[in-house]
């Protein structure tokens, strides 16, 4: 009911609306990736990595004390724990044995918090590839260590000044990079954004994480599925990943938890699925924050990698249609929460996860309920902000 169409259209999100010089990148692209994914030399390839490099399948842990304050049976699914720190490494290592099998040599890519930019820096020094990072001046700024670790593995990191100089502004640049290099270069883009078709192709490479979820539970709770599932949602991929073998089964509640910086009644927000329009924006029609005349607002958020202005066509489709139920978190909610699964189960989150944390104050829970939360990375490179904004987080105590 909810995949993607024979067009690239989720519903009525999605498709390619890309300038003439990008039209034969695209439509190569739209004609080679289903071929390639679904051969068995990708397959083998591709499984091969994210069992000896990438270090899958990721945990699913039992979260005890969160269980116990919440009234339910939480589980967190650990992509924390992933080579390079979170689920972003899922895509780039597919995405980059694509680009492989279609002769390009050089990859360029957008990052927000980093974590994009470091798992395609990663897959390109692992493949002896040509490698730009494209990322906003801010961003560039709150997060030095991911941009030392991408020139460390080889990256040339192109700061972005337009715009307010963060992930939509990056996006921006890397395609006017691609129209400019369409014969050699490989677009790697880091979530289920952009035209078709990536948002399918980054959709299925991370669809690992519910593909595990699936023998996981099984093994631990004697079914194949939860009650309920629980992510983060900026362009959109982890949230792909953890639904992605779910969507169709109405057994599991799907609540995805989106930036809303200093709140949804603000001009200070990145919750496009609470705020935004139906529009055009990176080549997909999906819903955008956008003013009355079509022009992007820029979008606020504490996290580097929500402050997205769009959504992915899959989630717009899916909130439209009522199948998802899309939360929106205040900054001050994701630094308690960040603190919270930090000292109660020892796990610091990215800044991002922390905001699918902070949904569970927000749900009502029976005791029996399985819910599982997809902690989708680490929160290293977010402790200076942690600590500068701690003040935000002195409900849960002393810091």
């Known amino acids: 009911m909810y995949q993607v169409d024979d067009k690239g259209f989720f519903g009525k999100f999605g498709g390619a609306y890309v300038p003439e010089i990008l039209y034969k990148c695209v439509t190569e692209l739209q004609e080679a990736y289903k071929p390639i994914i679904e051969s068995e030399e990708f397959k083998k390839e591709y499984y091969a990595l994210l069992k000896d490099y990438v270090g899958r399948p990721s945990p699913l842990y039992y979260a005890k004390r969160m269980s116990e304050k919440y009234g339910c049976q939480l589980y967190l699914k650990r992509e924390d724990l992933n080579h390079t720190g979170a689920h972003k490494i899922n895509n780039t290592i597919g995405q980059i044995l694509m680009a492989k099998k279609m002769g390009k040599t050089r990859i360029i890519a957008e990052t927000g918090a980093g974590q994009h930019g470091v798992a395609t820096a990663t897959v390109c020094a692992l493949m002896d590839m040509k490698c730009e990072i494209f990322m906003g001046a801010t961003d560039v700024e709150r997060q030095h260590t991911n941009v030392e670790r991408m020139k460390m593995l080889g990256a040339k990191v192109n700061p972005v000044r337009t715009g307010n100089m963060t992930l939509s502004d990056a996006c921006s640049e890397a395609i006017r990079d691609w129209c400019c290099h369409p014969q050699d270069t490989f677009y790697i883009v880091g979530s289920t954004m952009g035209p078709h078709p990536y948002p399918d192709i980054v ?33 959109g991929s982890n949230a792909a990943g953890t639904i992605y073998h779910y969507i169709d089964d109405e057994r599991v509640q799907i609540y995805l938890a989106e930036a809303a910086g200093h709140g949804i009644d603000t001009n200070y927000t990145a919750a496009t699925m609470h705020c935004g329009t139906e529009g055009i924006i990176h080549g997909a029609r999906t819903l955008v924050m956008q003013t009355e005349d079509g022009q992007i607002e820029e979008a606020f958020t504490i996290s580097a990698g929500l402050d997205y202005p769009g959504i992915g066509p899959m989630h717009a489709d899916l909130a439209t249609r009522g199948r998802s139920h899309v939360l929106a978190i205040k900054d001050d909610e994701a630094i308690y929460a960040g603190y919270e699964l930090t000292r109660m189960e020892g796990i610091i989150p990215a800044i991002e996860s922390a905001h699918a944390v902070a949904a569970l104050k ?38």
């Open 362 to 399: 927000k749900m009502k829970f029976k005791k029996d309920d399985v819910v599982v939360l997809t902690v989708s990375g680490r929160g290293d490179k977010d402790v200076e902000t942690y600590l500068s904004h701690k003040e935000m987080a002195k409900e849960y105590g002393d810091f």
């Open 203 to 235: 959709a299925k490479m991370q669809s690992v994480i519910s593909e595990e979820l699936k023998w996981q539970l099984e093994e631990k709770i004697g079914r194949d599925y939860p009650d309920y599932l629980i992510a983060c949602v900026g362009g």
